[in-house]
């Protein structure tokens, strides 16, 4: 495949890039003082209104909802078209909310855009395309081993013209923000089905449903996420329309493959922005840093260190491309393998680089003084969302075996 980018795409990535050097990157210091003052006040969980400026000020530039392809709505990019726009944005720990394209929205819309019926639409997909509410994504639980998603147990049971929802959920991102108004939430509704994947549905929560309670916020190696965060939530005998369920009962697992291979891919394309991020912080201190009479990018291990990270974002920013590529010319479910092999290799790439850049630091590198600590700890939490490594690596040898067992 051609790597090179076409000029509408260069055009963006100048734009995004420059809006970034102009407005992100210097709200970054003003986005941490006013989280660390609502803390102080007794509230972390609200928006910081240095983000709110900045949403307003992409969207005046047409930096918006630069998602979403296949669709009338946001910019009419491939997937392809938009790995370089959304590697840019992850260089920032403020993300691609700015641009109002931050998980688990992103992954949220694209399955309204799927699956939803045209009032469904209306009532929730037309809020988030405009950046008016935030949502979230209800499917990992405590008490059994998500990564086997059949193993939920949660249920949403029909009872006349409405569904009843029993379920405890945790690791339900953004269920803390106050800008949060409606949970896609999967359970069963068929338990007893012989076919394992047909038991599972998914149905719209808005949050301020009887029933729905925000138990706890969950940090991450200590960091709270705040105004967005992470959330245990209980559902008890909550109710709603039988308007609300997507696509009909059953149908969950065709749902959460439409929706997690988007999600996944925007994942791996944040990484390889942060992962470039890093290793710049690894350069530009091993220049100024002198240990045992030299510099400290005069030292092998460093160098060797350098050489090792360029090599690795490359080899995943090319394999992110390639699976990019596929989606966009043979479908998500055709490119199931090359989406979980970068699954795989981006956030254990990014764990790497910047542990890498953290040693070069130094013990400021463990620090919140340069941002590598809390970059680590989403690049490690990442090796679980959307499915752990070990799953994807499972399903990737499975398609690898499944080649030679056809020639027998």
């Not at 100048?14 to 003003?30: L, S």
């Not at 990019?77 to 920032?92: F, H, K, Q, V």
């Not at 409606?182 to 394992?196: E, S, Y």
């Amino acid at each position: 495949m051609d790597f090179h980018h076409s000029d509408k795409v260069k055009n963006l990535q100048q734009r995004v890039a420059a809006f970034m050097d102009e407005y992100v990157y210097p709200a970054e210091d003003v986005f941490a003082q006013q989280m660390d003052a609502a803390r102080k006040a007794g509230n972390a969980w609200q928006p910081a209104p240095v983000m709110e400026t900045l949403k307003e000020r992409a969207r005046a530039a047409g930096l918006w909802n630069l998602f979403l392809p296949e669709s009338q709505y946001g910019a009419g990019l491939t997937n392809l078209e938009y790995a370089p726009l959304c590697e840019i944005m992850g260089r920032s720990p403020l993300g691609a909310e700015p641009f109002n394209c931050s998980a688990p929205d992103t992954g949220n819309m694209e399955t309204l855009v799927r699956y939803a019926t045209p009032e469904q639409q209306k009532q929730w997909l037309v809020p988030l395309l405009e950046g008016k509410i935030r949502s979230g994504f209800a499917m990992t639980e405590p008490e059994v081993a998500s990564s086997d998603a059949t193993n939920i147990q949660s249920r949403i049971e029909r009872d006349g013209d409405e569904y009843v929802i029993n379920g405890h959920k945790w690791w339900t991102s953004g269920a803390n923000d106050p800008r949060c108004k409606i949970l896609i939430f999967m359970g069963k509704t068929d338990p007893g089905h012989a076919n394992r994947h047909q038991q599972q549905s998914m149905i719209l929560v808005p949050m301020d449903t009887p029933g729905v309670k925000v138990v706890r916020h969950l940090p991450v190696f200590g960091y709270d996420d705040a105004p967005h965060g992470h959330a245990e939530v209980l559902f008890e005998n909550v109710r709603v329309p039988v308007s609300n369920i997507l696509l009909g009962e059953g149908r969950g697992f065709e749902i959460a493959q439409g929706r997690l291979g988007p999600g996944r891919i925007h994942h791996c394309m944040r990484l390889i922005g942060v992962a470039e991020r890093a290793l710049e912080a690894m350069c530009r201190r091993s220049l100024k840093r002198v240990a045992f009479g030299r510099r400290l990018a005069e030292q092998g291990v460093t160098r060797e260190r350098i050489a090792n990270a360029r090599i690795m974002i490359d080899q995943a920013r090319f394999l992110v491309l390639n699976a990019a590529h596929k989606m966009d010319t043979v479908g998500n479910k055709d490119a199931r393998q090359e989406i979980a092999m970068i699954k795989v290799v981006a956030p254990n790439m990014a764990c790497q680089v910047i542990d890498w850049a953290m040693q070069v630091h130094g013990g400021g590198g463990v620090s919140e003084d340069f941002g590598l600590a809390r970059a680590y700890a989403n690049a490690r939490t990442l090796r679980f969302a959307d499915g752990p490594d070990e799953v994807h690596r499972n399903a990737i040898a499975k398609m690898e075996l499944g080649r030679y067992l056809e020639q027998e």
